[in-house]
């Protein structure tokens, strides 16, 4: 049982364009949704994260939407730049084992 | 301050061989977590420690896989047989406890032929 669906699992955008990712979960014990970014040959990094008593979180070029009711949940890149180029996963976990499950991943590609 | 360290960094071996992965997390870094993280796939949780104990190792293939963290810091994780579905990369993964945010290391790549 796949808990959370990422899509699309590939995404080529121009410098400068808008980058977005779209999550969804089944869970609904899900609290914590954070998202990572993963460059190759290196592990995930903390990119971003957001809890569903917000409905949108911005830190500098990076937005996370959600949306409690749809029970998803999405990553926007702007003014997206060839250094983002890399995979993005989402991923969610509850407040009760905090145990991370992660989305497939999306390898986003910024052409200059 | 010093990441998660792991090694080797790459490991090529044959089926029914074992291998071994070592992991030494932030200082201070209460909880360690190994990752499993098949190509083309998220990570996957294998087994998580609070200290020198486990708390989750639900995931854990546990009649090929074993784990230990000997004084609650470096943790090595082993596989004996490994199968060709081992093919993957491993992460260790650190946080000073399970609420706080987690580090990954940059993973050791095996490659059972």
């Known amino acids: 049982q796949q808990q959370v669906k990422q899509s699309p699992q590939s995404l080529i955008v121009q410098k400068g364009g808008i980058s977005i990712i779209n999550c969804a979960y089944e869970?609904?014990?899900?609290?914590?949704f954070p998202w990572y970014q993963q460059f190759p040959g290196k592990g995930p990094a903390l990119l971003i994260a957001?809890?569903?008593?917000?409905s949108e979180k911005k830190e500098g070029r990076f937005t996370i939407s959600f949306n409690k009711s749809a029970k998803q949940f999405s990553l926007h890149i702007m003014d997206s730049q060839p250094g983002d180029s890399a995979t993005y996963f989402c991923?969610?976990?509850?407040?009760?084992?905090?145990?991370?499950?992660f989305g497939k991943g999306t390898l986003l590609t910024v052409n200059p | 301050e010093a990441g998660v360290a792991q090694s080797p960094r790459y490991k090529i071996i044959e089926k029914r061989q074992s291998v071994a992965f070592w992991c030494n997390p932030i200082?201070?870094?209460?909880?360690l977590y190994w990752y499993q993280q098949i190509l083309g796939q998220g990570p996957k949780l294998l087994i998580q420690?609070?200290?020198?104990?486990?708390?989750?190792d639900s995931q854990l293939p546990k009649d090929r896989f074993s784990a230990e963290r000997l004084k609650g810091v470096d943790s090595t994780l082993k596989i004996q047989p490994a199968k060709l579905e081992d093919s993957a990369v491993y992460l260790c993964?650190?946080?000073?406890?399970?609420?706080?945010?987690?580090?990954f290391g940059s993973g050791t790549q095996l490659s059972v032929l």
């Open positions: 993964a650190s946080s000073l406890d399970p609420t706080r945010r987690v580090f």
């Open positions: 991923a969610a976990s509850t407040g009760s084992n905090y145990k991370l499950t």
């Open positions: 957001i809890r569903p008593d917000v």
């Open positions: 420690f609070q200290n020198n104990g486990v708390v989750d």
């Open positions: 200082s201070g870094h209460a909880t």
């Open positions: 869970n609904t014990a899900f609290d914590y």
